[in-house]
Antibody, heavy 121, light 112 residues
């Protein structure tokens, strides 16, 4: 069965960087995009960007350019997101989600469990 | 960026009632290929979001037929015909027509 297993919670300091992971299983990793979505406590969802694991091509929400960097390791079927120059506003749960393009629709059909990143001095 | 405005923000219902959620877009969500990339997700308390509806009106695998999506252009609606306890949580509309992709602000469905 399809699963996206994310890494554990992170507690980091302002100004630092953090790299979180999303390990895919149960399907061909290179055949589907992986998107990353941010959810601040009690807030709505924000799309950060997406990566095509097959080509390594990326697309970012302009708001997160310079903040988030998306990469993959095809050998381990794992997607990564690095967040840099962290501030308290980066404190949030970060989800990875598999993007499915069905020809007339695009949607996130499987989600990771989320990673809580806390930025505090 | 495309803004998706969901109303109401909060909806209190009795089990068995019908619930209706509106999602209005600041721009038409019909893409140049003629398709409309509008989806609905439900986030149950303490869980990751889950897909309910894709392409405006198509129920995802395993989603009960009491969930009905409709709309076109800039106005979309999700109806739940008979609310059950497992339907409670926050509903989000989402568009993948325009870059950047955006979510609505969410509608919390709770019991009266």
């Amino acid at each position: 069965q399809v699963q996206l297993q994310q890494s554990g919670a992170e507690l980091t300091k302002p100004g630092s960087s953090v790299k979180i992971s999303c390990k895919a299983s149960g399907y061909t990793f290179t055949s589907y995009d992986i998107s990353w979505i941010k959810q601040r406590p009690g807030q709505a969802l924000e799309w950060i960007g997406a990566i095509n694991p097959g080509s390594g091509g990326t697309g970012y929400n302009e708001k997160f350019k310079g903040k988030a960097t998306l990469t993959v390791d095809k050998s381990s079927s794992t997607a990564f997101m690095q967040l840099s120059s962290l501030t308290p506003e980066d404190t949030a749960v970060y989800y990875c989600a598999r993007g499915y393009y069905g020809g007339y629709s695009y949607y996130f059909d499987y989600w990771g469990q989320g990673v809580m990143v806390t930025v505090s001095s | 960026d495309v803004v998706l405005t969901q109303t109401p923000v909060s909806l209190s219902v009795t089990l068995g009632d019908q619930a209706s959620i509106s999602c209005r877009s600041s721009q038409s969500l019909e893409y140049s290929d003629g398709y409309t990339y509008l989806e609905w997700y439900l986030q149950k308390p303490g869980q990751s979001p889950q897909l309910l509806i894709y392409g405006v009106s198509n129920r995802f695998s395993g989603v009960p037929d009491r969930f009905i999506g409709s709309g076109s252009g800039t106005d979309f609606t999700l109806k739940i015909s008979r609310v059950e306890p497992e339907d409670l949580g926050v509903y989000y509309c989402f568009q993948a027509t325009h870059d950047p992709w955006t979510f609505g602000g969410g509608t919390k469905l709770e019991l009266k």
